[in-house]
């Protein structure tokens, strides 16, 4: 623990992911993490994600986190609909700071990054940190077999906006060059870093109001090319094929979410959507219309737009959620702040 954490100010809830390929050490630091923010005094809820129907890694969590096991199947596909709900009732029960979430092993992370982003449509959060926890001499061994396991595993760095190179006292000299350098190919933005026991300065997992996550992805999946035992040695995903490089910078936001706080015209919506570039390829929310009084879930995909009439039964937010590379999230969120008159808000920082 280096310096007191800053609390976001905003309502809205920073969530972490922590990904990494199955024995990568993701529990492990997990563990780190909650110590710091316990030594801070940050109030945290941790989600565990495991395909089995029992969460072993669970019981060495500190008892007194408040925590939901999400078993039996993995949150980038089979329970994904549930990663929402689970998120809801966690942050409404105990109004935690900050949210970590464990993937299993096998996840895809932009499958949860899209979960993650749905569950804006339910509860204020924001998605902040993906830490990738890489098992370095697993990477290395898998790099010279290749196979879908491997891609897998470099989605999971690409995807990251932090990269924790784990596992390293079990590598030479020699492979520990070439092991960054295969990592550093795939992803040469997000911060590297070495470690024993996932030994690692946690300031990546500090509450940082603007930050998004995917900020640093590099390299997009398509939208439902998850299958149901996902990436599992053994039972491998479907549509590997389908992943797509898609080159993404740096600076570009691939996940946007806007709260909206009030109704907008139906028309002027429309447009803006019509208008959307084609680097948007997806975009979900709740909107309420102003010309005909009524809430709508959308969904827009591929260039088309859906409308479903909506009758909320408890708190709904409206939101919205752009995903995409390479887009202008500045003149977007302009665009949508226009829309009712400048009265929006994002997590984006000015
Ligand atoms: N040699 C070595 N072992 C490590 C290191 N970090 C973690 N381990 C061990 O690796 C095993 C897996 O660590 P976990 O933290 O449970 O990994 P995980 O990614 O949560 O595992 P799953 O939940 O099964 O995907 C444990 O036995 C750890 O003690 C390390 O840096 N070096």
Known sequence: MTEQLQKQPSARV???????????????????????????????????????????????????????EMLGGCICCTIRGDLGLELKMLIEEHQPDVVLIESTGAANPMEIIDAVTEAALYIRVELQTIATVVDGPELLSRSRRGGRTYRLMQDQIRCATDLIMNKADKLGPDELIEVQQLIRELNSYAPLTITVRCMVELNMFDPSPGRQAGTDARQLHESH??????????HHHPHDEQTTDMGISHSHVMALTYYFDGPVNSYDFESLISRLPDDVYRAKGIVTFSDTNSRFLFQYAYRELEFTRITPQGKVNDVAVFIGEHFAKDALVQDLVRLHEGTGSTGIAP
Do not use: W
């Open 14 to 68: 920073p969530i972490h992911l922590i990904s990494g390929f199955l024995g990568s050490g993701k529990t492990t630091l997990l563990n780190r993490v909650i110590d710091y923010y316990k030594a801070a005094d940050v109030k945290v809820a941790v989600i565990m994600n495991e395909l089995g129907d029992v969460n072993l890694d669970g019981q060495f969590v500190d008892d007194d986190v408040p925590m939901a």
């Open 225 to 234: 090319v998850c299958g149901a035992n996902c990436s599992q040695e053994g």
